[in-house]
């Protein structure tokens, strides 16, 4: 007697326990979709590309995993933490000989309850050519026009891989626009130089 009532009663709050979960996480998760507003554009991939890799290039789209040993490369020598996934980048060569000239990362990160769109280059010496912002939700372009820049940053531009690691530190107090930019530029530089060195 007692087990099926048992049953009865677990036939009937199931069904409600898992509405009532559902109902819970629902609105809470779409009360954030579109909170950020349309993504704005300040700036195309491929005009960022231009400006980031040399003229007169073969430019590849590559698509790999970043090795064990690459993973290991970034910890140690600059302190990144880079996952082991795959990853696309951008590989300038020379047409003629096939050395490397240069490459770029576009990349698209969490930011707030929107997304950042970026894009970063180094050449062959492992400095960086040119940093973008490419686009961002419109409710925190306000972060960005007034601390970091929008389209082209020139602050990066010509820093090597210690001096990016080392603005990146300094600007780890800074607001979280700044900071979190500063911290993205970084990995994808280092995460290319992972790549090519």
């Known amino acids: 007697m ?3 009532r048992n049953r009865a009663l677990s036939y009937l709050f199931a069904p409600l326990l898992a509405l009532s979960l559902g109902l819970g996480v629902s609105p809470s998760a779409e009360a954030h979709k579109g909170h950020a507003g349309p993504m704005v554009h300040f700036m195309k991939s491929k005009a960022a590309l231009k400006q980031m890799l040399p003229a007169g290039v073969r430019i590849t789209k590559r698509k790999q995993p970043l090795s064990d040993d690459a ?3 970034a910890e ?3 302190g990144v933490d880079l996952d082991s996934k795959i990853y696309s980048y951008y590989l300038a060569t020379d047409k003629a000989d096939k ?10 990160m969490h930011y707030r309850h929107g997304d950042l769109k970026f894009a970063v280059g180094i050449d062959a010496n492992q400095r960086v050519t040119q940093v973008a ?9 306000v972060d960005f026009e007034g601390n970091v820049g929008t389209g082209l940053i020139a602050d990066y531009a010509g820093l090597s891989l210690d001096e ?3 603005k990146a530190k300094a600007l780890a107090s800074s607001d979280k626009a700044t900071r979190e930019f500063a911290a993205a530029v970084r990995d994808a530089a ?6 090519t060195r």
């Open 2 to 4: 007692n087990l099926s």
């Open 71 to 73: 993973v290991e490369w």
């Open 76 to 78: 140690t020598k600059y």
């Open 99 to 108: 050395s490397f000239k240069g490459a770029a990362y576009v990349n698209q």
């Open 133 to 141: 912002i490419l686009g961002i939700n419109e409710k925190y372009v």
């Open 164 to 166: 990016l690691v080392a």
């Open 190 to 195: 280092v995460l290319l130089a992972a790549f």
